[in-house]
């Protein structure tokens, strides 16, 4: 496995376990396969040469709309503009879909690179309090959001 394989197996493999740690703990959902499949298949589009077709033959439609709504439409201009559309087409999507988004946000709302600056800290917590917002579904994201604003304000590193 490639150096730049692992990440990624891990990142999906994380936000799986999130979802999962969601379900356990009484989420309701109709189709909690349907979760746990596109958690771990949430990124496939954007970052390998898999199409929509072929997610659809092998996992079935359901799977391949909702991956397809959480990613991102790189011909939009922008990351603001790209999120706007995700969680457009998210919200049109059943809650499954909403779970991983939150269950990739919450993920990833960890201590930031040291390389970021205060202002790509401060616009990445505002994307995800912009997801919490939208789909208002998740106090564990909210909490994490919490945490993370220490971030913003230099109280962590």
Not at 98 to 103: D, I, R
């Amino acid at each position: 496995m490639s150096g730049r394989a692992l990440p990624f197996v891990y990142h999906e493999g994380q936000v799986a376990m999130e979802v999962m740690w969601s379900l356990v703990q009484g989420s309701v959902v109709h189709d909690p396969d349907l979760a746990v499949q596109a958690a771990f298949l949430h990124d496939v589009l954007e970052r390998t040469p898999y199409t929509y077709d072929e997610l659809a033959a092998e996992f079935g439609t359901e799977v391949a709309d909702g991956v397809s709504a959480l990613s991102k439409n790189p011909a939009l201009p922008g990351k603001a503009a790209q999120m706007e559309d995700s969680l457009k087409r998210i919200v049109q999507q059943p809650k499954e879909i909403w779970m991983v988004k939150m269950a990739d946000r919450i993920s990833k709302l960890l201590p930031p690179p040291a390389d970021w600056t205060r202002q790509r800290i401060r616009e990445y917590g505002a994307e995800a309090e912009m997801i919490h917002e939208r789909l208002q579904e998740a106090d564990r994201l909210l909490t994490r959001i919490r945490v993370y604003r220490q971030y913003t304000k230099g109280q962590l590193r």
